[in-house]
């Protein structure tokens, strides 16, 4: 099998839980931000299979491995927490982009480095699907000369079989190339539009959503 190039970067974000479906509806058609310009808006409907091991050991590791698919296309996705200050977390992204998707068959593709890197991480234990999560996403990107904020606008579904198990809304404010100091005028900026009431800062990810709402179902793993 070919291996196919890698991209990696250190991703530095923070997460917004949003408080009502009003302001949800409105970042959803968020183009004026006070001190930025507008550069771009797009939509997409993402599906993410988290893989692990039966023991988490990914997860324990603050690591995750996903199969993203986007409409036809499919890209795999290492993530590693590097840390944390307040609510923005910096993350170890390198991903690979694959021209067809079997999850099941996770194993033949040890030659990508998102999996050397899980594999490392988890051992000899093997890797299988556990966990699906769907997310409708509303990317609106700003700038403030060429520092570029990204701002992704998500409603988020975890599925219980062919059943909604639960679902939220959050706003995922990633620093694409700003200074630090602009990163956070941004957030800030974002708070003071809609009130901090309707936007909670937050560091729990799509998939500690997902496995409290199966917990609560009593449900170990899903996918769908």
């Excluded at 986007?70 to 992204?93: N, P, W, Y």
Aim: with cysteine; glycine share 8%; hydrophobic share 40%.
């Amino acid at each position: 099998m070919s291996r196919p190039s890698a991209t990696r970067h250190i991703e530095q974000e923070a997460r917004f839980l949003i408080g009502n479906l009003g302001v949800y509806r409105a970042l959803t058609r968020l183009r004026t931000l006070e001190g930025f310009a507008f550069v771009k808006g797009k939509r997409e409907s993402q599906r993410n299979t988290y893989f692990d091991t039966s023991g988490w050991r990914l997860r324990r590791g603050g690591s995750v491995l996903k199969w993203r698919t986007v409409g036809r296309r499919h890209e795999l996705i290492f993530k590693q927490l590097l840390g944390h200050r307040d609510a923005v977390l910096r993350h170890r992204e390198v991903s690979v982009h694959l021209a067809s998707v079997d999850p099941q068959r996770i194993a033949r593709l040890v030659t990508t480095e998102p999996v050397r890197l899980a594999l490392r991480v988890a051992g000899r234990a093997p890797l299988k699907p556990l966990v699906t999560i769907r997310t409708d996403r509303r990317r609106r990107v700003f700038a403030v000369g060429r520092q570029r904020v990204e701002f992704d606008v998500d409603r988020v579904r975890v599925y219980d079989g062919s059943r909604i198990a639960g679902e939220r809304c959050e706003v995922e404010v990633e620093n694409l190339n700003a200074r630090p100091q602009v990163f956070a005028e941004a957030m800030a900026v974002l708070q003071r539009k809609y009130g901090r009431g309707a936007l909670r800062a937050s560091t729990v990810s799509k998939l500690e959503f997902a496995l409290g709402v199966l917990r609560k179902r009593r449900r170990k793993l899903v996918t769908v």
